[in-house]
Nanobody, 122 residues
Framework: QVQLVVSGGGLVQAGASLIFGCEGF????????IGWFRQSPGKEREFVAS????????NFVDSVKGRFTISRDNAKNTVYLQMNSLKPEDTAVYYC???????????????WGQGTQVTVSS
């Protein structure tokens, strides 16, 4: 069964750090680029970060540059999103998405992880 399982999330104060994991099951994880998205109430889903299938190329939305990092361990079928210096505006439900190919481009891939809530209090 194909799955992306997200770990992490929670309630933190502004300035804190969190790390998410996105683990793939049932497909060749190393052949997929991975993207992270987030969605706040009343807003559209927003791209946050992506990593190429080899891990050598990353991309971030401007609002998280310098605060978030993304990495992957293909031996563990897992992508990590490290979030530092969290702000209240980072509050959202976070999702990971897997797209077949070397890099994460336009559109979405076939596989989604379950959402995980992050709430950052001021």
């Amino acid at each position: 069964q194909v799955q992306l399982v997200v770990s992490g999330g929670g309630l933190v104060q502004a300035g804190a750090s969190l790390i998410f994991g996105c683990e793939g099951f049932g497909f060749r994880f190393s052949e997929y680029a991975i993207g992270w998205f987030r969605q706040s109430p009343g807003k559209e889903r927003e791209f946050v970060a992506s990593v190429s299938r080899c891990g050598g190329r990353t991309n971030f939305v401007d609002s998280v540059k310098g605060r978030f990092t993304i990495s992957r361990d293909n031996a563990k079928n897992t992508v990590y999103l490290q979030m530092n210096s969290l702000k209240p505006e980072d509050t959202a439900v976070y999702y990971c998405n897997a797209i077949l190919g070397p890099d994460y481009g336009l559109g979405y891939g076939d596989y989604w992880g379950q959402g995980t809530q992050v709430t950052v209090s001021s």
